[in-house]
């Protein structure tokens, strides 16, 4: 476990190729993201009912849906909902997640078997049951989805955070903080986080790819976002009855996603070369 | 382990019974009104008040649940509204046909997961080895929905090499039942490999490493029996716990996969059920996957005590 401070200068210089190319896929969706109301070339509701099912070409880049929609266009639309996703699921299982894991790794004892089992009970149900239970019995949102998402990734979450506070506590700073009396919330704050968060980018970078990939298959499956959003999962959904005659409404969002996928998962193991070299080459 | 076995198996139960009472009021919350669903757009409220009544909708909400749970334990899973057919003989049929799909998928999954591990770990650093973890990356970087769209459109719609859609009993030929498989287990296999030629590689790169394979590699052995015999049978251990939890996994994927390939196993006919909102087939599916993965989740702890001595159970482990 390093923190980001102590990598010498030299390691940062030659980064491993994961981390370049995943981060500029991230930056460039990040992007794509924050200014597709200014660089989409049409709105991603705007019907041009004469040029339905257009091939890709020069007016469309990605080509026209069944209602003559502009897919690149909601392409660029459909990186705000897919980030807002895993951005917002995944801030759900950290704010929940973490501090479990602190509580749990720091106090051991009965806190620790409290937290731990109720959480084993929670991943003992197969999770995309629970989550196609809530979805499908009560009205869809984006933020439903997220959170449902979200919570699901507790579990995991906090195992990570309490089995690396574990390796922490028998650290010599941990001791010194005791000893000179520091509160709690001082010395998860600022003594045990700080060492932890290295390990918690990797496995967060992780879980966003798991959201952006759940949501989608709910969406697909009818009981995420809804039409007409732009959303790459309903997008791939609504070309499928399509696809003989015209690929490009299922393909090009398909791509989209698999781009970010790669990207966030590129970044996250880029990193954790960086941050773990005991890891590197496995 | 016998002591654990029985707590685990306890546990299962607990977990079975609160998922029972967790889908029971879920399917009440559902805003619609299944009296109304079932008897169709012209049921006056009189209708609908008589047929609640006849099906228990009117009584405390603790005795509709004992009532529904006595039922099903006795594998009657009620009627489905849609088809007004008795759910239990459906459920078990798709049960069957997704099984197929599910054990056939797990198969190829093992084989090709650990052939992939194997040489990625024996060539590493080379071609073989970067080959393989771009296919595993390409296989975990798209939903297996889309996987399953993109075969059809190749295999399906260009080439017509194989049926896009569907299944056939073996009683309607061997070569249509395989036919109709290598799609959605294809599918499956793909989103599943990564996770399992990835570990095996890293044990085996560990296991090349240790000193009995340079043992052995001293000993003049070939390298093939070294491989094999020696750091494979050592770097399994791990690999087959992996499979068994991702028998987990593969339930979710099958619900999506059985959707795309119109599969009518027990995950399309939840989905169907849960737009429908066909109350009674929602519960019994979801129960019934409930179950299955339990079950495999304790079958996975079990295989890597049996085959991981060094593991004791009860005690204390972190």
Redesign the interface.
């Known amino acids: 476990m390093t923190d980001l401070a102590t990598i010498p200068f030299g390691r940062w210089r030659r980064l491993p190729t994961p981390l370049v190319v995943g981060g500029v896929l991230v930056i460039t969706l990040l992007a794509v993201a924050g200014l597709a109301q200014w660089i989409a070339p049409y709105p991603y509701d705007q019907m041009h009912v004469r040029d339905r099912f257009a091939p890709p070409g020069l007016r469309y880049l990605a080509g026209t849906d069944e209602y003559g929609r502009d897919v690149f266009s909601r392409l660029l639309f459909g990186s705000q909902l897919s980030l807002a996703l895993g951005v917002t699921a995944t801030l759900i299982s950290m704010g929940i997640g973490v501090p479990l894991g602190l509580i749990a790794g720091y106090r051991r004892g009965l806190t620790d078997e409290l937290i731990m089992r109720t959480l084993d009970v929670m991943m003992a149900f197969p999770p995309i049951m629970l989550v196609l239970l809530i979805l499908a019995v009560t009205p869809p949102s984006l933020v439903k989805t997220s959170v449902a998402i979200g919570v699901l990734a507790v579990p995991p979450i906090a195992r990570v955070t309490r089995s690396v506070t574990l390796d922490l506590m028998s650290g010599e700073f941990i001791e010194a903080a005791r000893a000179r009396g520091e509160r709690l919330r001082y010395i998860l704050m600022r003594e045990l986080l700080p060492n932890i968060w290295p390990v918690l980018m990797v496995e967060a970078s992780l879980r966003v790819v798991f959201a952006v990939l759940l949501g989608a298959v709910l969406s697909f499956l009818g009981f995420g976002v809804q039409p007409p959003a732009a959303d790459w999962g309903l997008m791939i959904a609504n070309g499928r009855a399509f696809v003989d005659t015209a690929p490009w409404i299922s393909l090009a969002p398909g791509l989209a996603m698999s781009l970010t996928v790669i990207g966030i998962s590129l970044l996250g193991d880029g990193l954790r070369g960086v941050l773990d070299p005991k890891l590197d080459g496995r | 382990m016998t002591g654990y076995v029985v707590q685990r198996l306890g ?2 139960l607990i ?1 079975l019974v ?2 029972s009472i ?2 029971f009021l ?2 009440h ?3 619609s009104n299944a009296a109304a669903l079932i008897l169709g757009q012209y049921s006056t409220p009189g209708m609908q008040a008589a047929l609640e009544h006849k099906l228990g909708f009117d009584q405390p909400l603790h005795l509709q649940y004992w009532h529904w749970a006595s039922q099903m334990l006795q594998g009657d899973m009620g009627l489905s509204f849609e088809m007004e057919r008795p759910v239990a003989p459906m459920l078990w049929d798709a049960l069957s046909r997704s099984a197929v799909l599910a054990l056939s998928s797990m198969a190829v999954v093992s084989t090709v997961g650990l052939a992939l591990g194997v040489i990625a770990a024996v060539w ?2 080379r071609w073989p080895d970067h080959a393989a973890s771009v296919f595993t ?2 296989g ?7 996987w399953g ?2 075969f ?2 190749v295999f399906g ?1 260009l080439l017509h090499l194989l049926p896009s859609s569907g299944f056939v009993s073996l009683s309607g030929g061997v070569g249509p039942f395989l036919a109709h498989l290598i799609m959605p287990v294809a599918t499956l296999t793909l989103t599943l490999l990564a996770h399992v030629a990835r570990l095996t590689r ?1 044990s085996m ?1 560990e296991a090349l490493e240790s000193m009995y394979v340079r043992v052995a590699r001293a000993r003049g052995l070939p390298e093939r029996r070294v491989i094999l015999r020696h750091a494979l049978r050592n770097a399994l251990i791990p690999s087959i716990t992996v499979l068994a939890q991702d028998f ?1 996994f593969l ?2 994927g099958i ?2 996969v059985e ?2 390939f119109a599969y009518p196993g027990l995950g399309r006919m ?2 169907t059920a ?2 429908r ?1 066909d109350l009674p087939v ?1 519960q019994a599916a ?1 129960l019934v ?2 179950a299955v ?2 079950v495999a ?1 304790l079958t996975a702890d079990l295989l890597y005590a049996v085959a991981n001595p060094r593991i004791r159970y009860g005690g204390a482990i ?1």
């Open positions: 546990a299962v977990i609160a998922m967790l889908v879920a399917t919350a559902l805003p590493r650093g990356y390409l975990i970087s798209l939903p297996e929905f889309y769209l993109v059809i459109l719609s890293s790169v987990g339930i979710g619900v999506a959707t795309v939840l989905v849960l737009e909102q929602m979801i996957l409930t993965y339990c989740n972190d």
